[in-house]
């Protein structure tokens, strides 16, 4: 028996076993629900330049600085819409909107930074677009735009697409990306966070 051969043997089998071990949980096999996946960049020349600091940090990071930020979505599904296409990129303008309304030379700043009165102060005077967020950061980030985004791929699509992940980028070298937990339910995926905390967010 070849090797290439003996491989392919290998390869099906455990498939076959972590199908059978799956199955008296989920009811599904991973053979018969395959999943399309289709991404979407903003990238660094989008022009989401904006300014933030990490009051907590010991180091220069205290201090506020910028990146042109860049984001990359990716959105899956078990069934393609009437195009066969995964998710409409043309529906997502008000994505693109809300981005440049969150990030476009604007101040992020912490709701438990000690010095948000200053800032607050400066935006009162005109000398910055503040955005209050519960944490601020490239991981903290990721996960306030995958909350946003991630609710409204679902009410677009009625729960056929999910929002799978998020990447943010700050610069060439440094990213951060946040997952959404994929519940399986009668073949149908849905994301954490798209149906649950439909509070308000913050601006």
Not at 119 to 140: D, I, N, T
Request: hydrophobic share 40%; proline share 3%; charged share 25%.
């Amino acid at each position: 028996m070849t090797q290439t051969l003996t491989a392919h043997i290998m390869v099906e089998g455990a498939r076959g076993a972590l199908d059978r071990e799956l199955s008296p949980y989920s009811g599904i096999s991973l053979a018969s629900t395959p999943i399309h996946r289709s991404t979407k960049t903003y990238d660094h020349s989008e022009g989401l330049s904006c300014c933030f600091r990490q009051w907590r940090a010991q180091s220069h990071c205290r201090l506020i600085h910028g990146y042109a930020l860049a984001f990359k979505f990716v959105f899956a599904t078990r069934e393609l819409d009437e195009c066969g296409w995964c998710f409409d990129f043309g529906g997502l303008k008000p994505v693109r909107a809300w981005l440049h309304e969150m990030f476009d030379h604007t101040m992020l700043v912490a709701a438990d930074d000690p010095d948000l009165p200053e800032f607050k102060r400066l935006e009162e005077k005109g000398l910055v677009a503040l955005r209050v967020l519960p944490r601020v950061g490239c991981e903290a980030t990721a996960e306030h735009v995958f909350r946003h985004v991630a609710r409204f791929v679902a009410e677009q699509t009625a729960g056929r697409v999910w929002l799978e992940t998020v990447e943010v980028r700050e610069h060439g070298g440094n990213s951060a990306l946040y997952e959404g937990e994929v519940h399986d339910t009668a073949g149908a995926g849905q994301s954490l966070g798209t149906f649950g905390e439909l509070g308000a967010i913050a601006r």
